[in-house]
């Protein structure tokens, strides 16, 4: 099975700022990999797919990079609606893993 | 707009059966594959099971292989996960999800509000 990281676990951040949250694949899957952003008591939204690409809808203050098996999302200009729990998942093969999510707080 | 509403949660006790339902709506269902996703409280998403759009197709978490059994029902719009012997680790919210293709096999783009299971005597 393939195991997904990410880093950190939790991130403490103001509005305005930017963050990064990497995320880690122990194998190669290509640009197999999505991103979610999941709020108490909510569904998981997709934000991204293939890496880098957009879902419909979702802000362009959303980026995602790829290098290797290391991902990458990015955050510019932090605004309040943005604190929540992010995951990322890979579906290059299964079992589809997600990773253990990063926690996204208010400083 | 993609709607998916889940039904079927509740409190069982170990080792019985439930039945969990997904209605879609808002897209053309047959073309899609489909997934279920749970999440324990206060833990992080784990991927279930996924099922292709003709329902030929059926992929498992070893943790649920031989207990957990995906299927769908194209006429009626409706995805469904029987669950058996249940166990404790079960107990944990479930989404239906829509896959971005119709195989079941890319990501999971729309989600439902999801359903909680409840393991317990």
């Known amino acids: 099975d393939i195991q997904m990281t990410q880093s950190p676990s939790s991130l403490s951040a103001s509005v305005g700022d930017r963050v990064t949250i990497t995320c880690r694949a122990s194998?190669?899957?290509?640009?197999?990999l999505a991103w979610f952003q999941q709020k108490p008591g909510k569904a998981p939204k997709p934000l991204m797919y293939?890496?880098?690409v957009l879902q419909s809808g979702v802000p362009s203050k959303f980026s995602g990079s790829r290098s290797g098996t290391d991902f990458t999302l990015t955050i510019s200009s932090l605004q309040p609606e943005d604190f929540a729990t992010y995951y990322c998942q890979q579906y290059h093969s299964v079992p589809f893993t997600f990773g253990p999510g990063t926690r996204l707080d208010m400083k | 707009q993609v709607q998916l509403v889940e039904s079927g949660g509740g409190v069982v006790q170990p080792g019985r059966a439930l039945r969990l339902s997904c209605v879609a709506s808002g897209f053309s269902f047959s073309d899609y594959g489909m997934h279920w996703v749970r999440q324990a409280p206060g833990e992080g998403l784990e991927w279930v099971t996924s099922v292709s759009h003709d329902g030929r197709n059926k992929f498992y978490a070893d943790s649920v292989k031989g207990r957990l059994t995906i299927s769908r029902d194209n006429p009626k719009n409706t995805l469904y996960l029987q669950m058996s012997n249940l166990r404790a680790e079960d107990t944990a919210t479930y989404y239906c999800?829509?896959?971005?293709?119709?195989?079941?096999?890319?990501?999971?783009?729309?989600w439902g509000q999801g359903t909680l299971v409840t393991v317990s005597s």
């Open positions: 293939a890496a880098s």
């Open positions: 194998q190669g899957i290509s640009t197999y």
């Open positions: 999800a829509r896959d971005q293709a119709n195989t079941g096999g890319y990501y999971p783009d729309s």
